[in-house]
Nanobody, 123 residues
Framework: QVQLVESGGGLVQAGGSLRLSCAAS????????MGWFRQASGKDREFVAT???????RYADSVKGRFTISRDNAKNTVYLQMNNLKPEDTAVYYC?????????????????WGQGTQVTVSS
């Protein structure tokens, strides 16, 4: 059974930083895609960033230059370093993974999901 477990969320002031972690178990995703989505209250789940093929990445325009996705394949873990956080970044952040090597930005393209971690940015 595949499990994705996120950690690292919390409350931070605008301009601050947080680092999210997502540890996968049950299968390895070293050759697959792992990414992050977020869902603000009352809004749809949206793509944030994704990583595949060892070093390839994609970001949503809203986070480009502020967020960095990285992976430790030995630990089957993906990270999201979030800098210069803004109040509009407030959301529940979800880790997601898919077994294929082709990346996607739609939530329905991902096979596995974590339970989510809350990130709140105060102004």
């Amino acid at each position: 059974q595949v499990q994705l477990v996120e950690s690292g969320g919390g409350l931070v002031q605008a301009g601050g930083s947080l680092r999210l972690s997502c540890a996968a178990s049950g299968r390895t995703f070293s050759s697959g895609v792992m990414g992050w989505f977020r869902q603000a209250s009352g809004k749809d789940r949206e793509f944030v960033a994704t990583s595949w093929g060892g070093s390839s990445t994609r970001y949503a325009d809203s986070v480009k230059g502020r967020f960095t996705i990285s992976r430790d394949n030995a630990k089957n873990t993906v990270y999201l370093q979030m800098n210069n956080l803004k109040p509009e970044d407030t959301a529940v952040y979800y880790c997601a993974a898919r077994a294929t090597m082709s990346w996607g930005r739609r939530a329905d393209e991902y096979d596995y999901w974590g339970q989510g971690t809350q990130v709140t940015v105060s102004s």
